[in-house]
């Protein structure tokens, strides 16, 4: 069964750091596109960052560029999103997905196969 389960979300003071992990049941991550994307109440879903398939390329939206790293580690099947110099705008709720088409990067939610349930992100103080 495909699962993917996020972690590592809570609430953290602006300017503080999290890193959260997408891990992986089912099938393996090396093989597939996985992206970041995130919600804030009322908002609708976007795009947040990509790692392609073999680590071949890496997006991420404007918002978070600078601050936001991709990276994945093959031999935990895991994907993580490590967030610096986080902003109360970053409050929402993290999601990671899986793209068949592992070959390319892209921050369209319709271009996703497989959601994790997602983490709870809270930049507060």
């Known amino acids: 069964q495909v699962q993917l389960v996020e972690s590592g979300g809570g609430l953290v003071q602006p300017g503080g750091s999290l890193r959260l992990s997408c891990a992986a049941s089912?099938?393996?991550?090396?093989?597939?596109?996985i992206g970041w994307f995130r919600q804030a109440p009322g908002k609708e879903r976007e795009g947040v960052s990509c790692?392609?398939?073999?680590?071949?390329?890496?997006y991420y939206a404007d918002s978070v560029k600078g601050r936001f790293t991709i990276s994945r580690d093959n031999a935990k099947n895991t994907v993580y999103l490590q967030m610096i110099s986080l902003k109360p705008e970053d409050t929402a709720v993290y999601y990671c997905?899986?793209?068949?088409?592992?070959?390319?990067?892209?921050?369209?939610?319709?271009?996703?196969?497989?959601w994790g349930q997602g983490t709870q992100v809270t930049v507060s103080s």
């Open positions: 089912g099938f393996t991550l090396n093989y597939y596109a």
């Open positions: 997905a899986a793209k068949n088409s592992g070959w390319y990067c892209s921050g369209q939610v319709y271009e996703y196969d497989y």
């Open positions: 790692i392609s398939a073999s680590d071949a390329s890496t």
